[in-house]
């Protein structure tokens, strides 16, 4: 499940993951978006959060050129 998908079926926005995970709201946009990749670290907090919806298997599409 990607991030964006886990956002809309829990209706959080943006402003809210990134507060619960501690990190700044545009790079939470940029990283569903596309725009940048999340570190590992992010990575884990976001699969905590989620419960574990969102793990490190759903970032593996990501390319190495973003």
């Known amino acids: 499940m ?3 998908e886990w956002m809309q079926l829990n209706r959080k ?4 993951v990134a507060l619960q995970i501690g990190r700044d ?3 939470i ?3 569903r978006r596309g ?3 999340p570190s590992f670290q992010t990575m884990a907090a ?3 959060y989620t419960n574990g919806k969102v ?4 970032w593996e ?3 190495d050129e973003q």
Do not use: P, Q, V
């Not at 926005?13 to 809210?16: A, E, V």
């Not at 793990?55 to 759903?58: L, N, R, T, V, Y």
């Open 2 to 4: 990607t991030l964006t």
């Open 13 to 16: 926005n943006d402003s809210y």
């Open 55 to 58: 793990g490190f298997a759903d």
């Open 35 to 37: 725009k940048a990749r």
């Open 46 to 48: 976001i699969k905590d």
């Open 61 to 63: 599409d990501l390319s």
């Open 25 to 27: 709201r545009s790079h």
């Open 29 to 31: 946009n940029k990283i």
